[in-house]
């Protein structure tokens, strides 16, 4: 009798909690999930993700349209002229031809994907990048990336067999031109991969400065740059920076952003372009079952993201994200200033929404799930916030609150 009561009474209170807005799954331990994820968001300060996603009416439109019942595949290149006809590659085009200006790239002279995260964008730069220089030179590149460069870069270089050379980084967390100097061999290509965004210190490796050494070595083979901007490559072209992360105004060959950090999408996705040079100059894979020249990593693909892209391009575009950047800006810096007036040790980068600082007590790195870091050069154990869209002034106050009344508990 207590089980059954327990199972009528227990969804029903759940169904009540969610609100207006909820509705139960008649799951008591998928209601019960939701409504804790629901109380952890308010509070989720330590990673990269938009906890403000507006797909709702994406979802309502999905639904009402019948598309859930369909299997949809992008497998194949959205750039051709002759799009899958299970797909939605026409949106994914669209998707790539709205964000490829903003990186700098000319419509005529991009080729791009939306990838499944950023890894699988940083996944493309490599092996796009080894097999350019490998048919340019007929030599083994060597991958260059510095040690606070995200782990993903390391992993797959691993993963793609090919010879690394961790390159230091200075306090700040930017490559130091002179350590990846000492560490060049110039009778092979460089593969040199730029950290936009190093993901614990939110660094930005500085690109024409690095460039400008590459310059200054003309007996290095071939060179290839790509730009791992998960996070930063997501705000920075709706900010006046926009320079920084363009290809014209800083040159690379190409780069790789997450879709669900700062642009809303609800789950893992991404944006990959390159220049046509560098499309050209692969191995051709010519898959006659699908038609066509397989150019990307997976065979499968996503059908659904490029469609929420589209979606929000519509609906949030460039003056939503322009708004949203710079609220962001302007609570990292005030993150960064209420930190120092009341003397805990903190520290951010330039043009970065993420801000590091002495770890606090384990209650508030759980109770804020913030992302822990150790640098014994800022006196060991540290955690950051990444001031993301729900990360507001008011929500900061409260952080330094409880920050305060943490210390007046030791
Ligand atoms: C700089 C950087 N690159 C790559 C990644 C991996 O991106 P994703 O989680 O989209 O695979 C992250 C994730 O936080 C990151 O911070």
């Known amino acids: 009798m207590k089980t059954l009561l327990r199972l009528l009474i227990v969804p029903a209170m759940l169904a009540a909690a969610l609100g207006a807005q909820g509705q139960s799954s008649g799951f008591e331990k998928l209601d019960e999930w939701v409504e804790a994820w629901k109380e952890g968001q308010s509070t989720y300060f ?49 998707v790539i031809e709205y964000f490829a200006p903003l990186y700098g790239f000319a419509l005529d002279d991009v080729w791009g994907i939306v990838t499944h995260s950023g890894t699988d964008g940083n996944n493309h730069g490599i092996y796009f990048g080894v097999n350019y220089l490998r048919n340019r030179t007929g030599l083994e590149p060597i991958v260059y990336v510095s040690d606070e460069a995200h782990y993903s870069n390391l992993r797959l270089a691993h993963l793609q ?18 350590e990846l100097e000492k560490a ?17 210190k939110g660094a930005i490796d500085d690109m024409p400065a690095l460039n400008a050494l590459l310059a200054r070595h003309p007996e290095i083979p071939g060179i ?53 040079e560098i499309y050209d100059n692969q191995s051709d894979f010519n898959v006659t079952y699908l038609n066509s020249n397989m150019r ?7 059908a659904v993201q490029p469609l929420k892209f589209w979606w929000l391009i519509k609906k949030v575009g460039a003056e939503g994200w322009a708004r949203q950047a710079e609220q962001m800006m302007d609570c990292a810096d005030y993150l960064k200033r209420r930190l ?38 800022f006196g060991g154990d540290l955690a950051h916030v990444v001031v993301m869209q729900q990360v507001t002034r008011e929500k900061i106050d409260g952080f330094i609150d409880a920050l305060l009344a943490d210390g007046d508990d030791d």
């Open 46 to 94: 330590g990673y990269p993700a938009n906890q403000q996603s507006s797909m709702r009416d994406f979802y309502q439109w999905y639904l009402s349209s019948g598309m859930e019942s369909v299997n949809l595949n992008n497998a194949g290149d959205p750039m051709t002229d002759t799009p899958w006809p299970m797909s939605s590659q026409a949106f994914e085009r669209d």
């Open 161 to 178: 067999n090919l010879e690394v050379r961790l390159i230091k980084s200075d306090l700040m967390g930017r490559m130091i031109p002179e």
């Open 184 to 200: 060049l061999d110039t009778g092979r290509p460089a593969l040199i991969i730029y950290a936009m965004g190093s993901t614990f």
């Open 224 to 276: 290839y740059r790509h730009v791992d901007a998960a996070l930063f490559g997501g705000y920075l072209p709706f900010t006046r920076y926009r320079d920084m992360v363009s290809r014209t105004a800083v040159g690379y060959e190409s780069i790789a952003i997450s879709g669900h950090k700062f642009f809303g999408i609800d789950s893992p996705s991404g944006l990959f372009f390159c220049t046509r």
């Open 296 to 302: 990307m990593i997976s065979c499968s693909r996503d």
């Open 340 to 377: 120092d007036a009341i003397g805990w040790p903190a520290w951010k980068n330039e043009f970065s929404n993420t801000v590091f600082f002495k770890r606090p007590s384990p209650e508030i790195v759980a109770r804020y799930t913030l992302a822990q870091g150790h640098d014994d050069r």
